[in-house]
């Protein structure tokens, strides 16, 4: 199973939305509690950190609106990026992308935003699995640009997010078929895709335990997972 449940934001501002959830008020105090979370769940469940590049950029409520900010990227390294790292280095097998903007780093949303999921990737040298917040928390943003439910999910998995999260009712079939048109298109790469999906396939057969191929598994799938 997963735990979608440890919050690696970090604000000392007792009006922001997520402080009574953070583990601490600077990243000195955050970041061995977060990495501490992940160790002690280790051999229990997947421990997924959020909400990244860290929601104590701003006070604003993500479930409703879109939080920004115009803090610098050096003032993020120094007191968002912390907690993350230290989580990365414990271990976290996934890490929640935010409905977060950090303008000086990129004009949208950080799970949109494959500036965001380069640094992550690259910079804080994460290589599990990129899941988003709450993708219907999107359209209540209210943005007009954040109203369509199905091409708010191509933007995702063009971005690179390695699982979309619906809490809630979704057309899963128009999904797929617009993701999958994107990839015929040439708007997203299949490498990405496949990407994706061997890391996700790999996760489930650790967490099923089984080591040889699936029972019903296709030679090219086999060839893939084994």
């Known amino acids: 199973s997963i735990n979608f449940g440890i919050v690696a934001d970090v604000t000392s501002d007792p009006q922001s939305f997520i402080f009574e959830r953070t583990l601490g008020s600077t990243a ?7 990495a501490a979370a992940v160790t002690g769940e280790r051999g229990l469940v997947l421990s997924t950190v959020k909400h990244f590049p860290g929601h104590g950029i701003s006070p604003g409520d993500s479930h409703v609106s879109i939080p ?3 803090i ?6 120094a007191v968002h990026a912390p907690p993350f790292s230290a989580a990365i280095e414990a271990g ?3 890490v929640m992308m935010g409905h977060l903007q950090l303008d000086a780093v990129d004009p949208q949303p950080a799970s949109l935003s ?8 690259d910079e804080l040298g994460f290589d599990g699995i990129i ?6 928390m999107l359209e209540r943003s209210g943005r007009p640009e954040l109203a369509d439910t199905v091409q708010n999910s191509v933007r995702a998995v063009a971005a690179g997010n390695s699982m979309l999260l619906y809490v809630g009712a ?4 128009a999904i797929v078929d617009a993701i999958a048109a994107s990839v015929r ?3 997203i790469p299949e490498s990405m895709i496949d990407d994706a999906a061997e890391l996700l396939l790999a996760t489930r057969r650790a967490l099923s335990g089984k080591t040889g191929p699936f029972a019903h598994c296709f030679a090219e799938c086999r060839d893939r997972v084994s």
């Open 28 to 34: 000195a105090d955050a970041a061995p509690r977060v």
């Open 68 to 70: 920004s900010s115009s």
């Open 92 to 94: 976290a097998e996934l």
């Open 170 to 173: 979704a057309d899963v079939a």
């Open 185 to 187: 298109a040439g708007d």
């Open 114 to 121: 494959a500036v965001w999921i380069s640094t992550l990737r």
């Open 131 to 136: 899941i988003t917040d709450d993708m219907l």
């Open 72 to 77: 610098s990227i050096d003032d993020w390294r």
